[in-house]
């Protein structure tokens, strides 16, 4: 399942996109790609919600991938969580991992 979101994921989005995206995993259980590259800001709030759906994720044993633009990377390698998030170069790449 893909999902690609633009603006800001912060405080304010946060339980929007929460709530959003794990309605759809509840009721769909299939791998899960989030797209971030269109995304203008990530916070810690933000990361806190990719965090708990990775974590949904590996409870279910669904893979989780991140796409993220430039600040994504930077913001998710600042706190070291590109491995847990499974953080990939592009959407490509990320599509080609589950294909596999």
């Known amino acids: 399942m893909l999902f690609r ?9 946060d339980k929007q996109f929460l709530a959003f995206v794990g309605d759809h995993l509840t009721s769909t ?10 995304i203008d800001f990530l916070d810690s709030s933000g990361l806190g919600v ?23 990377v ?15 170069p592009d959407l490509d790449t990320a599509l080609g991992s589950i294909a596999a």
């Open 5 to 13: 979101f633009t603006g800001q994921l912060d405080a304010y989005s």
């Open 29 to 38: 259980p299939q791998p899960l790609v989030i797209d971030l590259s269109r």
């Open 50 to 72: 990719l965090v708990q759906l990775a974590k949904q994720c590996n409870d279910r044993g669904l893979q989780f991938l991140v796409v993220g633009n430039a600040r994504v």
């Open 74 to 88: 930077q913001t998710v390698k600042l706190v070291r969580l590109e491995e847990f998030l499974h953080l990939q």
